[in-house]
Structures are given as structure tokens and as C-alpha cells.
């Protein structure tokens, strides 16, 4: 007897779920986009690299896999490895496909009740991590700002590259406990910062050449943007500057359409303490995972 191989069947009762994780295409884009359009605060990191180069992985930089609908197992491999959408299962094939090549990311970032169990897959195989933090709450100005914004904090200028730089440096060393120049020189470290600058996505406030606060719109996509690397040069601290910067570019992100989000630590309380005085409010809980 002969049988008659019918795709549509076989996804429906979901055969080809159990044939593992697979790289998402061109075809997949509108799945893809609407999976994001769910849960578009903690999307925003991967909606806004899609919105802008496309599901290919040659020029998203990364391969989105899924185990069928996007809707119900998603997965972004890049730098960071975020998983979007899943049970635990779908953890497990995902944390395989991960083995099957040479470690890219540096780090496993998204909501905690994916991050952590896809991490208890992978930690045998990728060994012991540099940190984890596992509640992150994620924050977004719900119903706009509390406090006043800073009119002296402003969009940096690239002839300002160099000083923003410093204190970009300084930021990342001081949250993430290494120097972002000691992979390649700092090549691929500035040319973000400056890609950020010229994007009109890096404000600070200055005093002369010096850097008082800085922060970043690190992602944006159609519906959110999120701000990365907000930082109160040590000098200037307990001065305001963090709550009242913050608020410029929070300001700015809501004027343009967007819901202003953000993640920061459980235990850096004053930071939460910053952002609740703007009138961020938690939406989700984030973990990362950082690794060697």
C-alpha cells in the first residue's frame, strides 16, 4: 500500500514538531511578525532587528528557529540567544540545535521562565556561566512620565563620539564587569556607539566635555523602544540626573508613537527606585545569562 505525504496534515497533528527546531525563511516573515506583535516589549529587541533586515539570516546576523507556528516556538540565535516563544520542549530542541555549532552569543537573554529552563539544558554542555541574573524586571511607561525631564540632556552629536564613547566604556565596565574593547580593539564596540549616534538614538547630558549622564534607545521597533546603558558619571551622581535624563528619553520615545521600555536588576535598588520616581512600571521578568 502506497501513502500520500500531505504537509498540511502532517503540521496540523504535529509530526513536524517532532522533527526539531528549524531555521525560519522569508516565507515565515508575516508568522514571525505577528508571534512578536504578541508580546511586543519583550520582542522588542528581536522585532526591531527583523523590521529592519528581514527573517534572512545573512542579513539579520542570526537564524530564528521554530519547531512550527512561530506563534507557539520561537527562537532567536545571534549574539544573544532569546527564546520568545515555548514549553519545555520546545527548550530542549532548542538547547540542541544550539550544540550543534560553535558558541556565538555571549549571552542568553529574555523572559525568565523561558531563559532559565533552556539554560538547564545547555549548562552541561556550555559549562558554568560568568553570571546569572535571573530576575530582571522589565519595565515600560504605562501611563506617562511622573517626574519632569532634563532639558539640558539632548541627542549626542558625532563630533561628541569621543567623549560619549568614554563614558560608554566606563558604563559597560562598571554593569557588565568587562571592557567592550578587549574583544577586537573596540572596532565593533564604537562602531555601534557611533551607528546609535548618528541614528539620532544616544542622549547625554554634558558639563564642558565631560559626560554627566548618558543613555540609549538600544532597540526600536514600530511599537516600543527600549533604553539600554543609562549611566550617571560618578561625579554627578545624587544630583537627580539618572531619574530626570531618563525622563528626556523616555519623553522623547512616547512623543514618537512608542511605549518606552527597560530592564534593570533586582537587587540594584536604587536603580528601580530611579525608575519608579519617572514612572516606569514592571510588565514582565527578564533573566540573563551571562557566559564565557
Given amino acids: 500500500m502506497r501513502?500520500?505525504?500531505?504537509?498540511?496534515?502532517?503540521?496540523?497533528?504535529?509530526?513536524?514538531?517532532?522533527?526539531?527546531?528549524?531555521?525560519?525563511?522569508?516565507?515565515?516573515?508575516?508568522?514571525?511578525?505577528?508571534?512578536?506583535?504578541?508580546?511586543?516589549?519583550?520582542?522588542?529587541?528581536?522585532?526591531?532587528?527583523i523590521e529592519e533586515f528581514g527573517v534572512d539570516s545573512r542579513f539579520l546576523r542570526g537564524?530564528?528557529?521554530?519547531?512550527?507556528?512561530?506563534?507557539?516556538?520561537?527562537?532567536?540565535?545571534?549574539?544573544?540567544?532569546?527564546?520568545l516563544r515555548g514549553d519545555e520542549t520546545d527548550m530542549r530542541f532548542f538547547?540542541?540545535?544550539a550544540c550543534r555549532s560553535p558558541r556565538m552569543c555571549s549571552s542568553l537573554v529574555g523572559r525568565a521562565e523561558l531563559v532559565l529552563p533552556l539554560w538547564e539544558q545547555l549548562e552541561s554542555e556550555w559549562g558554568s556561566p560568568r553570571e546569572i541574573r535571573d530576575e530582571q524586571p522589565m519595565l515600560a511607561l504605562v501611563d506617562g512620565l511622573k517626574c519632569e525631564p532634563d532639558l539640558s540632556t539632548r541627542k549626542v552629536t558625532i563630533d561628541e563620539l569621543e567623549p560619549y564613547l568614554e563614558a560608554a566604556v566606563s558604563m559597560f565596565i562598571e554593569e557588565v564587569g568587562i571592557d567592550p574593547r578587549s574583544h577586537d580593539g573596540g572596532r565593533s564596540y564604537r562602531y555601534r556607539v557611533q551607528h546609535l549616534i548618528e541614528s539620532g538614538r544616544a542622549w547625554a547630558r554634558f558639563d564642558g566635555d565631560t559626560v554627566a549622564f548618558k543613555a540609549e534607545v538600544g532597540?526600536?521597533?514600530?511599537?516600543?523602544?527600549?533604553?539600554?546603558?543609562?549611566?550617571?558619571?560618578?561625579?554627578?551622581?545624587?544630583?537627580?540626573?539618572?531619574?530626570?535624563?531618563?525622563a528626556t528619553v523616555a519623553g522623547a520615545i512616547a512623543q514618537s508613537g512608542r511605549v518606552a521600555s527597560l530592564y534593570v536588576n533586582s537587587y540594584n535598588q536604587a536603580a528601580r527606585t530611579m525608575y519608579a520616581k519617572v514612572g516606569f512600571q514592571q510588565v514582565a521578568t527578564f533573566a540573563t545569562i551571562l557566559v564565557d
Fill in 63 to 83: 537564524e530564528l528557529w521554530s519547531r512550527g507556528k512561530p506563534r507557539e516556538s520561537l527562537c532567536f540565535s545571534g549574539v544573544n540567544l532569546m527564546p
Fill in 219 to 246: 532597540s526600536m521597533s514600530h511599537s516600543v523602544g527600549q533604553i539600554h546603558g543609562v549611566w550617571v558619571n560618578p561625579m554627578y551622581r545624587g544630583l537627580g540626573l539618572g531619574a530626570s535624563g531618563t
Fill in 3 to 49: 501513502y500520500h505525504f500531505d504537509p498540511k496534515t502532517w503540521q496540523s497533528c504535529g509530526v513536524l514538531k517532532l522533527l526539531g527546531a528549524r531555521p525560519l525563511g522569508l516565507r515565515d516573515t508575516p508568522a514571525v511578525l505577528r508571534a512578536l506583535d504578541d508580546d511586543p516589549i519583550a520582542s522588542c529587541m528581536v522585532a526591531a532587528r
Fill in 95 to 97: 538547547a540542541d540545535r
